[in-house]
Each structure stands twice: as structure tokens, then as C-alpha cells.
């Protein structure tokens, strides 16, 4: 099975495995079972349905509403619905706390001391929210715009733990919360790795993992185990030589 980081690559892994099969003057042979990253963890997770995006927003929207009597109709929360799906997909993926990524914007002047105890790395990103925060200062005109988001943000961990309970009482899910579930089963011991495999990829043996980049907590997890389990293998995304080059600083990552 070759798992790929989007349909576009699979599709093109398709197109030059049958020229390869062509231009060899090969008889028809059987290919492999291609899935992306996002259907391998859905495969991994058969209980959980992945949802379309308007039942997802749609039911964001009721948890929405019950947290928020000054709701808007749901026409004018579609973008907000949209950015919210993103940022309970992100909370799940890097299996991040709620409770703390969704804390009360109030408690931000907590962050105002004289940081003597950051890092440079730290202070430069207590300067870039602080810059962020001042969008929201009192000026002219904006008090309507700082008054909704601070009202949205005061209750999204309520509306993310609604959410996810609603989804999880009619066996739907977002891709966030399929990541999140086939994370915490491995860490948790409730299955292995090649137990999970095997139920979710009956007959294969071996995954090929092609072409990813930047891993999330949850996909870097779940290839660790697969990799000690020794029923993985990854071709990444890079040239050796851009490895080596300890001067290349944007290879730091990879």
C-alpha cells in the first residue's frame, strides 16, 4: 500500500506507473493499493464516518448557537464555520489541550512582565501576538468587531466539546477528530499497531509512505510505531545533498 500526501500525487504516481509498465512491454499487472494520508487514517478508524463539510457546519452551527444568544443567521456564519472546522481539525491533529489553546483572551495580559525568562525565539513570538491583540484595542468603529470575537473566543472550548459530543453521539467525525482517536488507541495500548493494520488492511504487509513533509504530532506517532513495527518504509520529499548541508538552514526541519 503507497500512501500519498494528496490525490494530485496519486493520481500522477497512476499516469508514470503505466507508462513504466508500458514502455517495458509488460503483460497487465496488478498495482498497488494508492490512498492518500487523509483515507489511510480514515481506513484506520471504521467506527468514525468522516462528514461533508455542510453537516459539519451545520451542526457547528447548533453548538454554536446554544453557547452564543446573539448568533447570527447561519448564512453569515459560513466563514466563521469554516475557520472554526480548521481550528478544531488543528487542536486535534497536534493533539493539543483545548483548555489551553482556547483560554479567555482576558487572561493575555498575564503575558505582559518583562520576559527575562523567554527565549529570543519566545519573545519574537510574544511580540507577534501582542501585535495580534492590538487589532482589538478600543479605536474607532472596531468595538463591534473586538466585542464578537471576544465573545466567540470565550466559548469555544464549550462549543468544541458540544461539537465533538454531538458528532460522537451520531458516529460522525471530522479529519481532525480520526487522527486524534487512532493517536490516542496507540497510546494507550488499547491496540497495536500491526493489530490495527490488519483489521484496517487485511492482506498487506507492507506500507510506503511517498513524498510527505511537515508531520503533525498524530501522523508522526502513528509512522514511528509503523516504522518500529518494521511494516514501513518513506521516501521523503528532499534531495540528500540538501539534507547534508548543515549551512542550509531551511532543511533544519526535514
Known sequence: CLVFPSRRSLSYFKKYL??????????????PRLV?????????????KTSD??????????SYCRFNP?????DEFIFWGDVILGDFSDVDK?????????????????????????????????ARLTRF???????????????????LWNVLELIYNDFRDSLVAEGLCYDGMIYRNLA?????????????????????????????NVLNPCEHLVLS?????????????????????KDNKSSKFL
Open 18 to 31: 503505466a507508462e513504466a509498465i508500458r514502455s517495458n512491454g509488460s503483460s497487465p499487472v496488478m498495482a
Open 225 to 245: 510505531k509503523m516504522q518500529n513495527a518494521h511494516i514501513a518504509e518513506f521516501c521523503w520529499d528532499f534531495a540528500g545533498d540538501m539534507i547534508q548541508n
Open 94 to 126: 497536534y493533539l493539543a489541550d483545548p483548555h489551553q489553546v482556547f483560554s479567555n483572551v482576558s487572561d493575555f495580559k498575564d503575558l505582559q512582565d518583562d520576559l527575562s525568562h523567554l527565549t529570543p525565539q519566545q519573545k519574537a513570538q510574544v
Open 184 to 212: 490516542e488507541r496507540l497510546s494507550s495500548g488499547e491496540q497495536s499497531i500491526s493489530e490495527i493494520m490488519a483489521e484496517s488492511f487485511p492482506g498487506i504487509g507492507k506500507f510506503v509512505f511517498v513524498g510527505l
Open 53 to 62: 463539510r455542510i453537516t459539519l457546519l451545520v451542526r457547528l452551527y447548533r
Open 36 to 48: 492518500t494520508i487523509g483515507d489511510f487514517f480514515a481506513a484506520c478508524s471504521p467506527r468514525q
Open 133 to 151: 491583540m492590538d487589532n482589538f484595542k478600543e479605536k474607532p468603529g472596531a468595538g463591534s468587531a473586538k466585542e464578537k470575537f471576544l465573545r
Open 70 to 74: 446573539s448568533a447570527e443567521p447561519l
